[in-house]
Structure formats: C-alpha cells, structure tokens
C-alpha cells in the first residue's frame, strides 16, 4: 500500500519543512528537487498557478520522493478535487474559519462515504498498484491541512481542530495580522500571542501545529515548542538573495578598483 511520507511523518510526530515554488518552471522544479527538504508548497491562491503548471510540476518531481502540497485557491469541492486528481499529496485550505468549513474541506478531499470526491483519480492513480488500490487507500493517505489565519477561526478553533479526517492546521501570520487590527505587523506582540494559542490548543488536541515561519530561524522556533508543519522560505526569495549579494560584491568589486 502506498503511504503518504508527510502523514506518516506527521503521525509519527516528526516536523516537516518545505519551501514555496513560485516560479512555475520545469528547470526550477528540477533545480529545486534535492533540496534537503519535505515539500514544495505550490500556491493556486495568490501566485498564477494554473491545474496545468501544477500538473507539469508534479511530473517534473517524478524522480524524488518530494512532496507537493497545493494551498487552494478556495474551500471549494471541485477545486480541491482537481488539485488531488493531478496527484499531489494534499491540499492547504485557506480561510477556514468554522467547524463547518473544516468539515468541508475534509469532505472535499475524501471519496464516499466519507467525503464528496468525485472520482477520476487520473494521475493520482499512477504510482498505486492499480486505480483499485489508490481507492482503497486515497482517503487515509491524502493530507488535508486548514489555514487558521482570522479571528473568527481562532474563536472557533476547538471545533476546527476536532474535524474528523484533518490532518493539521497552519497558521498564516500575514492575515492574522491583519484580522487583529496589525496589518502585516506579524510580530506584534498580540499576533504572537494568538499564535501560541493556536499552537496550545493543537497541542492538547493532539492536531499537528503549522506555521508560514519564512525563514528557518522562525520554523526553528515554533519547532521547538512543538510545531511540526513549515513552511520556511521560496524560490523567489532565493532568487532576491542572490540578486542582493551580486550587487554588492559588484559595489565591492568598484569600489576596490576606484570605478564608477
């Protein structure tokens, strides 16, 4: 039977680190694929994703073991759908503030009689035995993680974190931010407040704690106390690092030959 790594690894209590890929291109997917690293998140809410980009994505990673989880564009059924049938390995739902909307999310990403999934599994198939064994298996091996990133959510989070069938919770600090009156302000001391209290309660519930940290100092701390979901950086971000020490070395290099 096919078992999902990031699952196992989540079940096991083992954190799990990836990096967002922003540049949907085949050579930075293939440049990216032996990062030291659990997963790339593919973002289809606020990056020009398209089902097809993903798709060629996925078959770029076909050599590794790299994990691609999908923030959807919304809690939407057919979208969810779509994001599995292309065979990633789970889905991050953004804006889920109620039991009710967890329930759905959940609901999305299972067949029946557990969930609405429609079937046609299509390339999720491909590295079961058979379509008849991915069934068997899809809805315990498929990560379903919900974005807790309001206040709303946070007043609702025991019933989010008590959904049958969620594999963890991600806080998005940006939006949080926002929802409390700190705009991008993530490190008011409020937001770090709220922040520890997601992860208590995900901590007494036993639901894996998550954390859009941006660097690996903030996956670190939230590690330490516990998180085990993180996101921790992107390609763009690699991207801007390197311009930043190329145009200093030039200013270096300039200003060591006296040119202009």
């Given at each position: 039977m096919q078992t999902n790594r990031l699952l196992s690894a989540l079940q096991q209590g083992r954190p799990v680190v990836g990096c967002a890929h922003?540049?949907?291109?085949?050579?930075?997917?293939?440049?990216?694929?032996?990062?030291?690293?659990?997963?790339?998140?593919?973002?289809?809410?606020?990056?020009?994703v398209t089902i097809e980009t993903l798709q060629r994505t996925l078959i770029a990673l076909q050599p590794t073991d790299l994990s691609v989880l999908v923030r959807a564009l919304w809690n939407d059924a057919a979208l969810i759908g779509q994001i599995l049938d292309a065979s990633a390995a789970g889905v991050i739902v953004p804006m889920v503030n109620t039991g009710a909307d967890a329930r759905r999310a959940?609901?999305?990403?299972?067949?029946?009689?557990?969930?609405?999934?429609?079937?046609?599994?299509?390339?999720?198939?491909?590295?079961?035995?058979?379509?008849?064994?991915?069934?068997?298996?899809?809805?315990d091996d498929v990560v379903v993680i919900t974005q807790v990133e309001t206040q709303e959510a946070i007043d609702n989070l025991s019933e989010i974190v008590s959904t049958p069938g969620l594999s963890g919770v991600m806080?998005?600090?940006?939006?949080?931010?926002?929802?409390?009156?700190?705009?991008?302000?993530?490190?008011?001391?409020?937001?770090?407040?709220?922040?520890?209290?997601?992860?208590?309660?995900?901590?007494?519930?036993?639901?894996?704690?998550?954390?859009?940290a941006g660097s690996?100092?903030?996956?670190?701390?939230?590690?330490?106390?516990?998180?085990?979901?993180?996101?921790?950086?992107?390609?763009?971000?690699?991207?801007?690092?390197?311009?930043?020490?190329?145009?200093?070395?030039?200013?270096?290099?300039?200003?060591?030959?006296?040119?202009?």
């Open positions: 922003m540049i949907q291109d085949e050579s930075v997917t293939e440049a990216l694929r032996d990062a030291d690293l659990d997963f790339l998140l593919v973002d289809m809410q606020h990056v020009a959940v609901a999305a990403a299972k067949y029946p009689p557990d969930g609405i999934r429609s079937w046609g599994s299509r390339r999720a198939a491909m590295s079961y035995e058979s379509a008849e064994a991915y069934a068997r298996s899809a809805n806080v998005g600090p940006s939006d949080l931010a926002i929802s409390l009156g700190y705009m991008h302000d993530r490190q008011h001391a409020e937001v770090t407040k709220a922040v520890e209290g997601v992860l208590e309660v995900c901590l007494e519930s036993g639901l894996p704690f998550g954390y859009f690996v100092a903030a996956a670190t701390h939230w590690m330490r106390k516990g998180g085990l979901i993180f996101n921790c950086s992107s390609d763009v971000a690699f991207v801007s690092q390197g311009v930043a020490r190329l145009s200093a070395d030039i200013a270096e290099a300039r200003a060591a030959t006296n040119t202009p």
